[in-house]
């Protein structure tokens, strides 16, 4: 698996590099997303945990992949600013359990209020 840099942007705001890649997997499938940010953190010279990976698309046809990372600053600040999916998807946060607090489909449902009389 072969990591090639497409560009890269400096984000002070958001306290992180941008990147863009392509990935070259000739004789492999696809590679998973913790391969790619283990491998990524190298080529960045970053640790791993502070390394993002937002979206990968294996392209048609062909044995590239591409796709967009970041390089935070710290974990504090990527768990600030990304998006809940993201991080579960990179491993730094647990995936929430369903249906915690909805009520159960046998339990009677309250009946509506009846309206107010008004008084003349």
């Known amino acids: 698996m072969e990591i090639k840099v497409l560009e890269e942007k400096a984000n002070p705001l958001l306290r992180r590099r941008e990147f863009a890649f392509e990935i070259s997997h000739p004789t492999a499938a696809s590679p998973k997303r913790e391969q790619v940010r283990a491998e990524f953190a190298k080529v960045a010279n970053a640790p791993r945990e502070r390394v993002i ?10 044995a590239t992949t591409r796709g967009e990372a970041m390089v ?23 995936k929430a359990a369903k249906g915690g607090a909805a009520p159960a489909a046998d339990a009677p449902a309250e009946p509506p209020a009846a309206p107010a009389e008004k008084k003349e």
């Open 53 to 62: 990976i937002e979206r990968m698309h294996a392209r048609y046809g062909t």
């Open 72 to 94: 935070y600053e710290s974990v504090d600040a990527a768990k600030a600013i990304v998006r809940d999916h993201i991080l579960v998807r990179n491993g730094l946060k647990e």
